[in-house]
């Protein structure tokens, strides 16, 4: 299904890194290894230099891991080891606040998922607008959600990559605030990113989540970076009397909790030299393949890190 609405050159490439933050690192690492068959390929200690760059200078020598989902090379999950925030509750702050991941049979991977750490929280079902499409979101053990999506249909035809294993790369990230259109306008005018149709959409789990009436509906639209299948979703929390959707909160010094960080492939920094929180600089690691990187927030606080491919 091709909708878009702009055909422009997107500056983000695609999705290079998730980082979420979790309680107790070598639960998490078990959880994604063995009950999605990521593969770790880096562990150690996150360096003071880049936890600074993030602007949570308390995550310096924390423990982290990263792994990479079956037959991709050039995507990442990373899980970085932080204290919980007892105020924290998934879908329902501003920021990043859902990773998106391929999967090849979700009623399979539900199956899997249902005596594990990962908590249910709805699905599967077919998308509203898309019901070729079938997803499932769970909490992780940091909180963070996670979407599991498999395109029933014709692959082919499919806005979807497709997954290289059994669950595959992620290749949505979601992110949320209280007034979309700014939201919208702010990516779409620096990135140059690929719009689609906005709609209102019911969401079960934003329902769930937030105490929401069966009928509300949500501003939502998916905008699209250079490679194929590779999308921002924006979401409009609704705030105000009565309604729980508000700030991140956040450990003094430390991440965000849940979902963290999302890192983005582009051709060259220089364009975002003047947003970013310091000048770029290398960091070690399988994310970076030893390229620069800056780090910026975007418009409902979520961090951004943007690695040069040039």
Sequence with gaps: MNDWTSNTQPELLHIRTMTASVPNIAAAEACYADLLGYRVVESGRIDTALARRWGAPAAAGAAFCTLIPENEDDVFMRLVEAPIVP??????????TAFEFIVDDVYRLADRLSASPFRHLAGPSPLQFMPSIVAMQVAGPGGECLYFTMESGDRNESILPRPSGFV?????????????DPMLRWYVDHFRLRERPVRQSRVPVLQRAQNLATDHTVSLSAIGMAQHGNLIELDEYPTGEGLIAGPRPR????????????????????PYTALAHGPAAQSDGVCYGGRPSLVLTGPAGELIELIETD
């Design 87 to 96: 105020e924290y509750r998934p879908l329902t702050s501003f920021g990043w």
């Design 168 to 180: 595959g790369r992620p290749f949505i990230v979601v992110v949320a605030g209280n007034d979309f």
């Design 251 to 270: 450990l003094d010094g430390h991440l965000p909790p849940g979902n963290a960080i999302v890192s983005f492939d582009v051709s060259s920094l220089a």
